[in-house]
């Protein structure tokens, strides 16, 4: 196992059983004998190890400016944790994986005193609480990124509030909140790159332009990547108002946001010029028209993803790429869409001479084409 590159040996640590001691490694390869020297130089670490054995041999890079960890309540610590971000003054982004949660008064308990702290600019969370929000936001003050993928335990306490305090995020991430917010806090989301607001029960035609507070906001939006997906109570009305103001908008994502029609994707289509990346995966509403606003407006689209949409068929893939009103723009497509995923839908070998001049790098065709 000498031979085997450091990184394929830091692999087999981070997937193995945890061991008691180092002596344990050193038998697999000469490398394992001393931690420091497989670990000191590494960028990216992901452990599933104990409490002590992490703070053991995470402090033996202070290097490491990724740091990924699953943390459970049995084998985490608060004292841990603090130590870590203490002592590994070059980390940089953070990823805290738990499938059960952390208890209650873990992150009130985290020390945050020394200045290091402030150097984490990306935080990834999950099964956060209520109670934690305001912990979080005190200890790490200059985030960037924060993605909280587990949002089920933020109750109708919750506020945007403490995170909007965050000065520097540009990047916000909210998985399956089920409660909605008491304050919306709308001055962070008009200053955001990207959000991603993933099955969000709260998210409807009222709360979203509340979110942003569109009625007293002329000026347009810095959002450039919207997801919205499973959001099932959003349709047209509520949507229409906020893309209007997102002119720059390069990645838009409403897969599973089943009421939209095709009237919203040619508005869409009409405002967002500049989209790149288009997924409308499982919107059941959407029939061959959504094709033909697509294939007309969206001029740098690269990915496209209309996936389980049952009404798309073969005529939708005519008036994407040869419809004769945009003969024109049909060579400049050609360049540029270079994902597509037509998996679900209804067209049929008719529509394969077409997609065969495309020169996609990934191509994804229904089940009964793939076969044939």
């Known amino acids: 196992m000498d031979a085997l590159p450091v990184e394929l040996l830091q692999l087999i640590v981070t997937h193995a059983s945890p061991p008691r001691h180092q002596k344990q490694l ?15 130089s590494q960028l990216k670490l992901r452990w599933k190890l104990g409490d002590e054995l992490l703070k053991k041999l995470v402090l033996k890079s202070k290097r490491v400016s990724i740091l990924s960890f699953q943390a459970q309540e049995e084998n985490l610590s608060p004292d841990t ?5 203490r002592e590994c003054s070059s980390l940089r982004s953070l990823s805290l994986g738990s499938r059960e949660g952390f208890m209650p008064h873990f992150w009130p308990n985290v020390s945050f005193q020394s200045k290091s702290f402030t150097k984490v600019t990306d935080l990834q969370v999950s099964n956060l609480r209520t109670t934690d929000v305001l912990p979080v936001v005190k200890i790490f003050p200059k985030l960037k990124r924060l993605e909280i993928s587990d949002a089920s335990q933020l109750d109708s306490s919750f506020s945007f509030a403490p995170i909007a305090s965050l000065t ?5 991430k909210v998985q399956r909140c089920f409660s ?14 990207g959000l991603e607001l993933s099955s969000c029960f709260f998210v409807d035609n009222t709360t979203l332009p509340e979110l942003f507070d569109i009625s007293k906001i002329s000026s347009k939006f810095s959002l450039q990547f919207l997801s919205l997906p499973h959001c099932h109570k959003l349709c047209d009305l509520g949507l229409q108002p906020l ?13 599973g946001c089943k009421l939209i029609t095709d009237s919203l994707v040619q508005f869409i289509a009409e405002s967002c010029r500049y989209l790149l990346s288009l997924k409308l995966s499982e919107c059941c509403l959407l029939t061959d028209r959504t094709l033909l606003f697509v294939g007309t ?16 068929g073969d005529q939708g893939i005519r008036w994407l790429l040869q419809d004769p009103n945009v ?3 049909r060579k400049e497509k050609r360049i540029y869409l270079k994902e597509v995923d037509l998996s679900g839908t209804k067209i049929t070998t008719a529509s394969l001479h077409i997609l065969n001049q495309l020169s996609c790098k990934k191509l994804l065709l229904p089940c009964n084409l793939i076969k044939n």
């Not at 050193?26 to 020297?37: N, P, T, V």
């Not at 520097?168 to 916000?172: A, G, P, R, S, Y």
């Not at 909605?180 to 790159?193: D, H, M, N, V, W």
């Not at 893309?243 to 897969?255: K, T």
């Open 26 to 40: 050193a038998l697999l390869s000469k490398k394992f004998g001393r931690a420091d020297a497989l670990f000191s």
């Open 327 to 329: 003969q024109g723009l």
């Open 243 to 255: 893309v209007s103001q997102l002119p720059n908008l390069l990645s838009l994502n409403l897969s």
């Open 297 to 312: 407006w969206s001029l740098f689209l690269s990915e496209l993803c209309i996936s389980r949409c049952l009404q798309i």
């Open 180 to 193: 909605r917010p008491q304050e919306t806090a709308s001055s962070i989301f008009t200053s955001l790159e």
């Open 168 to 172: 520097n995020l540009t990047w916000l």
């Open 81 to 85: 944790l603090s130590v870590i971000l």
